[in-house]
């Protein structure tokens, strides 16, 4: 059983808005941090954003500030992306994936990121 799950994404236009889920473990959830991630083909993979699981810090690359919003809801387990006036570049694969650890688990943080979601595609085309 996948201990990640990314849905929502989709084909929308320029300016329009998408919302990611990434559904996680309770444990995963309550002790980690969640980061997004994207790769568009032929490019490397980029941190979009992460939020921490123990004290609610944020981080979001400077491609996405001010249009993408990163959040939780503790009654479902689950982290989401709002993603807002999308742009043509933004068009790439979505991955959530978990940073525990003492150092690990606020953002920004230290180690590496396990387990990975299975990704969602995201196009923003006219």
């Known amino acids: 059983q996948s201990q990640l799950v990314e849905s929502g994404g989709g084909l929308v236009q320029p300016g329009e808005s998408l919302r990611l889920s990434c559904a996680a473990s309770?444990?995963?959830?309550?002790?980690?941090?969640i980061g997004w991630f994207r790769q568009a083909p032929g490019k490397e993979r980029e941190e979009v954003s992460c939020?921490?699981?123990?004290?609610?810090?944020?981080t979001y690359a400077d491609s996405v500030k001010g249009r993408f919003t990163v959040s939780r809801d503790s009654a479902k387990n689950t982290v989401y992306l709002q993603m807002n006036s999308l742009k043509p570049e933004d068009t790439a694969v979505y991955y959530c994936?978990?940073?525990?650890?003492?150092?690990?688990?606020?953002?920004?943080?230290?180690?590496?990121?396990?387990?990975w979601g299975q990704g969602t595609q995201v196009t923003v085309s006219s």
């Open positions: 994936a978990a940073r525990g650890g003492y150092s690990g688990s606020k953002c920004p943080g230290r180690g590496g990121f396990d387990p």
């Open positions: 309770r444990f995963i959830f309550e002790q980690y941090a």
């Open positions: 939020i921490s699981g123990i004290d609610g810090s944020t």
